[in-house]
């Protein structure tokens, strides 16, 4: 439930309904290029391809990044009308502006709960929230990839993404996140 409630707060930000606190938002369009997905139970490992009915290799999904006024939201979605597809979230975080800690190279947002944080530079996107890790690296220009790995108990999932910007907002993105920090030691 609780994630049902993140996962729609952040929905209802990036569509616009907070429209006025926006400060930054930004997309890129990844295709899944692989993905491996591992279960045990009852002492039996089993692997496959992707979950039923979810995520498969050459889908695509989209990766959100956004600053408000009370939060910085990201999410890795795929945009489907259909309300009873598996195919909705991969990721999905929520971070404390006033947490944000510039340790020179990198920056680091905290999470509401503390628990999770939020790592970016100019060339590589890295966030933990919960049972998930996203980590993007940039490898040329305006094109990242990397790792997504959902974990809960008994399954694992790991998708490899390769992204391109759509709503390049990266830099401001950056810059506007070095302003809302504090100087580490």
Not at 26 to 39: A, N, P, S
Not at 82 to 97: A, I, Q, R, V
Request: proline share 1%; hydrophobic share 35%; charged share 25%.
């Amino acid at each position: 439930m609780k994630k049902l409630m993140l996962r729609s707060a952040l929905l209802f930000s990036f569509n616009g309904w907070a429209e006025d606190s926006v400060y930054i938002r930004g997309e890129m369009i990844c295709t899944i290029k692989d993905q491996v997905v591992l279960t045990m139970r009852d002492g039996k490992s089993e692997r496959y391809g992707s979950i039923e009915g979810g995520f498969t290799i050459g889908d695509k999904a989209t990766f959100a990044y956004e600053i408000t006024d009370s939060d910085i939201g990201v999410i890795v979605f795929h945009d489907t009308e259909d309300k009873d597809s598996k195919k909705d979230t991969l990721f999905l975080g929520l971070y404390e502006p006033k947490t944000a800690l510039d340790l020179g190279s990198v920056i680091v947002v905290d999470s509401f709960s503390k628990a999770d944080n939020l790592y970016v530079s100019e060339d590589m996107f890295d966030a933990r929230y919960e049972n998930t890790r996203l980590s993007l690296q940039r490898y040329f220009k305006n094109d990242w990839n990397g790792i997504v790995t959902n974990t809960v108990s008994g399954l694992s999932m790991t998708s490899t993404l390769d992204c391109r910007q759509q709503i390049n907002q990266y830099e401001n993105y950056l810059q506007r996140l070095r302003e809302l920090t504090t100087r580490g030691n």
